[in-house]
């Protein structure tokens, strides 16, 4: 049963109308399909939903659910940036958006000592954030690991952590734990992306430390019961050579019978069924709790 419940639309990051996804799901034999924007952050940027639209982007995708209803299932979600002292507790958003399920990720690193600071500017901004200057402050604090531009993830490090890598990968992971234990999302997104732009240069996959901070994750979402997506966007935009998590690491979960979701991160409709050999991949391991559907 073909399925996929990570997108991004126009109202976000994305290219393309809900409607869009919806239709092209259709016409390649999905049986479900959720919408999963962005969710509204802080502080200026160019890849979340305005929070003056989130409203709008919900009540769309109702509008969509009641409209399609018997022909394919539609869930209503978000991708929430779990961000400390700026974005903590996901309950708002999903109780002012009626949210049915989330996806939680870790783009945007603060050094740990700042979470204090960015709770007070945090406080400041004022909604919608705009051009607020308290939101380009809280931005400035960040080390954005995703995007096209390596430069952006080597420019952040440095800016951060004075280019201390172990200590960069030490938040991003410390920061997925604290995402998973406080806010249990319904599937925990892409927990190995620091290695996106790292490409060999900074650390290697297999080095102990490394290793010992992804498995600590790794076991973490095991005890939760979270369940975790296999992304495969890196693959297709040539970002990376591999899925998000890797296939080692997939073979490592599989011992310890985590549920795991293949999600394409769609930014367009086109990408939704850009799965990049995964589901045979997982058929080649003997992988034992694969979830094709959300029942939420």
């Known amino acids: 049963m073909l399925s996929n419940y990570h997108t991004h639309s126009h109202y976000c990051d994305g290219?393309?109308?809900?409607?869009?996804y919806v239709e092209y799901a259709l016409a390649h034999d999905f049986k479900a399909l959720?919408?999963?924007?962005?969710?509204?952050?802080?502080?200026?940027?160019?890849f979340s939903i305005d929070q003056a639209h989130y409203q709008d982007y919900c009540n769309e995708v109702r509008s969509l659910q009641q409209e399609y209803a018997g022909r394919i299932d539609i869930k209503l979600?978000?991708?929430?940036?779990?961000?400390?002292g700026v974005l903590e507790d996901f309950g708002d958003l999903i109780a002012s958006g009626g949210l049915q399920y989330t996806i939680g990720s870790v783009h945007l690193i603060p050094h740990p000592d700042r979470t204090e600071a960015l709770r007070h500017m945090e406080r400041g901004v004022a909604r919608p954030q705009a051009d607020d200057r308290r939101g380009m402050d809280i931005a400035n604090e960040l080390w954005f690991i995703d995007g096209p531009r390596q430069e952006t993830?080597?420019?952040?490090?440095?800016?951060?952590?004075?280019?201390?890598?172990?200590?960069?990968?030490?938040?991003f992971f410390y920061q997925n734990n604290a995402m998973i234990e406080r806010n249990r999302p319904t599937i925990v997104g892409h927990f190995d992306k620091i290695v996106m732009h790292?490409?060999?240069r900074y650390f290697q996959?297999?080095?102990?430390?490394?290793?010992d901070l992804l498995y600590e994750t790794v076991q973490l979402i095991r005890e939760t019961g979270c369940m975790a997506e296999i992304n495969t966007r890196g693959l297709y935009k040539g970002r990376h050579d591999d899925f998000y998590p890797a296939k080692e690491t997939?073979?490592?979960?599989?011992?310890?019978?985590?549920?795991?979701?293949v999600g394409t991160d769609a930014?367009?409709?086109a990408n939704l069924d850009r799965f990049e050999g995964a589901f045979e991949f997982l058929k080649a391991i003997g992988y034992r709790n694969i979830v094709s559907t959300l029942s939420c």
């Open 153 to 171: 993830y080597d420019e952040g490090l440095q800016r951060i952590f004075h280019g201390d890598i172990r200590a960069g990968v030490k938040a």
């Open 198 to 200: 790292n490409k060999g």
């Open 267 to 269: 930014h367009e409709p």
């Open 250 to 261: 997939l073979r490592h979960m599989n011992t310890l019978g985590i549920p795991v979701i």
């Open 205 to 211: 996959y297999d080095e102990h430390w490394f290793r």
């Open 77 to 84: 979600g978000l991708e929430i940036d779990y961000i400390p």
């Open 34 to 46: 959720g919408f999963s924007g962005h969710a509204p952050v802080p502080f200026p940027n160019k």
């Open 15 to 20: 290219k393309g109308a809900l409607r869009e």
